[in-house]
């Protein structure tokens, strides 16, 4: 059986995968927002942005097969289809359907057996994460906003890792909407009545500015920003569905809830 030999990978986390599986000599293009590894964007040509990718460029790349991510890529997929080419668009929402998206990756270049290994790794990632948070004293309300105008709370996997790292979502009802405009917070007092223990920014495609958000009016009545647990986790660490959200975004956000239950209870000591 012949694998794909000449793969475009319109998103980052196809590319972080094929490199984790040992398999990149695949990869004829990948995505300006490529980050893992830093090498990738030294090894291989920039063909595509998030929404909107240089056609003629892939086409010019000869692929047999095109990955991408999500159904805002739909249009860049239909006119690639309609050139020709096989394309896999996945649309990978939750941790299980992110693993599940490895796993195909392993199969579609022959590597299935790496793969399952790879998922095997990540699972223990997050079983021993699960386990530390089992010690944790309190579970703190958390408020994850990826995008500040309007106020984006969480979406479905950021809302998993923060059970899994011992932390309660403040908008989890609103954590199962795909569309990043129905976990719309229309009304930012809401987030003021739900008073999180922990404000965590990821501001997807710009910093994360705690300064600004602390002076939203009524917002320092919040426990979070009286206690200054008020931090942020680089979009590139937690919003893109690949393995670096467990490997990466994971640990960064159990390291702020341990270090809150720790605060805690010295608070609990002197007081």
Request: with cysteine.
């Amino acid at each position: 059986m012949r694998y794909p030999q000449r793969i475009v990978c319109l998103t980052a986390e196809p590319t972080e995968v094929l490199y984790l599986l040992g398999e990149q000599h695949r990869i004829a293009g990948i995505s300006g927002f490529t980050t893992r590894p830093a090498i990738a964007r030294k090894e291989k040509p920039t063909v595509a942005a998030f929404t909107s990718a240089n056609i003629d460029k892939i086409l010019a790349l000869d692929p047999d097969l095109v990955l991408g991510f999500s159904d805002l890529q739909a249009d860049i997929a239909a006119e690639l289809v309609r050139a020709g080419i096989e394309v896999h668009i996945f649309n990978q929402r939750s941790i299980a359907q992110i693993l599940s998206m490895v796993m195909t990756i392993g199969s579609l270049v022959g590597a299935a057996d790496k793969a399952a290994t790879l998922v095997g790794e990540l699972e223990t990632k997050i079983e021993r994460a699960r386990a530390i948070a089992s010690d944790f004293a309190a579970r703190p309300r958390v408020y994850f906003e990826e995008w500040d105008d309007p106020l984006i709370s969480g979406i479905h996997w950021v809302a998993e890792l923060i059970e899994i790292a011992g932390g309660r979502d403040c908008f989890a009802e609103l954590a199962v909407h795909k569309n990043a405009m129905d976990r719309v917070i229309a009304d930012p007092d809401e987030v003021v009545r739900r008073n999180p223990d922990i404000i965590i920014g990821s501001w997807c495609g710009k910093n994360f500015q705690p300064e600004q958000l602390m002076q939203r009016p009524g917002w320092n009545a919040i426990q979070g920003v009286q206690s200054g647990f008020v931090q942020e986790i680089k979009a590139a660490d937690i919003l893109q569905p690949g393995p670096s959200l467990i490997t990466m975004g994971l640990p960064q956000l159990q390291d702020i809830i341990q270090r809150w239950n720790v605060a805690q209870t010295f608070r609990k000591h002197w007081d």
